[in-house]
Nanobody, 121 residues
Framework: QVQLVESGGGLVQPRESLRLSCAAS????????MGWYRQAPGKQRDLVAT???????NYADSVKGRFTISGDNAKDTVYLQMNSLKPEDTAVYYC???????????????WGQGTQVTVSS
């Protein structure tokens, strides 16, 4: 069983910064990628950023240049540094790990519980 616990959300003003963290625990053989997704009220869950085992990153156009994703493989943890926050960034943010639990297993998606980020004056 794999569990993801995320933290760092909150209420901030526009142009301020926030840092999200997400740590995985349980039976983990390997982590192929880690990422962050967000879901605003009435909207679908959208990709924010991902990082692969090899360190390659990918960002949504809406956050490119403002957000930075990073990972710590030794701690099975992914971070999202969010700078220059805008009201449109308001959403529930979910971390995602693509994990193999054994050498013979397929890769499965695991999700955090979600953390609220609200950007408002």
């Amino acid at each position: 069983q794999v569990q993801l616990v995320e933290s760092g959300g909150g209420l901030v003003q526009p142009r301020e910064s926030l840092r999200l963290s997400c740590a995985a625990s349980g039976t983990i053989f390997s982590i192929n990628s880690m990422g962050w997704y967000r879901q605003a009220p009435g909207k679908q869950r959208d990709l924010v950023a991902t990082i692969t085992r090899g360190g390659s990153t990918n960002y949504a156009d809406s956050v490119k240049g403002r957000f930075t994703i990073s990972g710590d493989n030794a701690k099975d943890t992914v971070y999202l540094q969010m700078n220059s926050l805008k009201p449109e960034d308001t959403a529930v943010y979910y971390c995602n790990f693509r994990i193999r639990t054994s050498i013979r297993s397929s890769i499965y998606d695991y999700w955090g519980q979600g953390t609220q980020v609200t950007v408002s004056s």
